[in-house]
């Protein structure tokens, strides 16, 4: 029997996004975010550990007798939250959400737990933009070793272990340092790219590719929409700040009737994606409906995540054109997003097939 999708958040959530936001304002405050990007080397390892290994959020997805904290997907969606507001450039997405779940429909306890720890990061070597049931590139297996090159791999150049699908079917884990991971250039510079060579590369047959991969994309996309929610909500609650105290014609600029409608506008943009988000969490949490609820919050949750940090950037006028303020990093991610595990497009189009409303 269906259930009424549960969009509120609970106590323990709540506790839980004030932990982190918390650790992450003393990991990844703005300047220091700007400096990493700028380094060359942009992940936060001391973020990541603090949130791994010091808050156990690594595996939250990871049930209690493999090594894990046995949470669910609305947990793992308020985390994400929270590091969207921050856009901390830290692994989450990419080990403890995708390769977590590739490996969870795999048989490799060790590896989960691993990963569980926080101790090993891992990747999973599927371009960033393939939505889940879409086609992606394999490498070649031959006599115990892989061949091939894999481009656009989230958070690759961090990875301890790359998790990757071969022309056999299998999905293969491959010590990083087994293969060749060359940066590409990307617009989000908080979240990297890789390509991935393999040259005669071994690898531990952990299952079968497909179901692993699907699983894995379809709760990366869904779970997506928070970190989507995360930014949209810092851009309007940042905006609407700056507003209240920039003034023009002695009077604050956030008076002028203009801008309240916009930011308005937004704000109903920005409540309909927390709903949208919600139910995505709550659907991979209860597994029901659960490719409509990401279907349509991932639809939904690209555009207005765009839109939140264009107007940000826009409302905050010159300061917001400039380096030194964080917006340009909103807005990169929102639009890397956008176009991460499926198009809005795409999204759309699903939705119209499952419930049988076809496009004219």
Known sequence: MSTQPDLLYSEEEEALRSAVRDLLADHCDAPGVIARVESGAPHDLAAWKALADGMGLAGLLVPEDKGGQGATHREVAVVLEELGRAVAPVPYLTSAVVATEALLASDADDLLAELASGRRIGALAVSL???AGGPYKVVRHENGVLHGELTGVADAAVADVLLVPADDGGLYAVEADAATVVAQPTLDLTRPLATVRLDGAPGRLLGDAEPAVRRALRT???????????????????TVRYLKERKQFNRPVGGFQALKHRLAQLWLEVASLRAAARNAADALTT??????????????????????????????????MTWEHPVHLYLKRAKADSIAYGTAGAHRAAVAELVDLQAP
Request: no cysteine; aromatic share 4%; proline share 2%.
């Open 129 to 131: 933009s393939v939505a």
């Open 220 to 238: 990366a996309a869904g779970l997506l929409a928070s970190e989507q929610l995360g930014l949209a909500d810092w851009t309007l609650t940042e």
């Open 287 to 320: 597994g029901e409906d659960i490719d409509l609820a990401v279907a349509v919050a991932q639809a939904y949750a690209a555009p207005v995540a765009v839109h939140a940090a264009e107007e940000a950037l826009q409302l905050h006028a010159g300061i917001g």
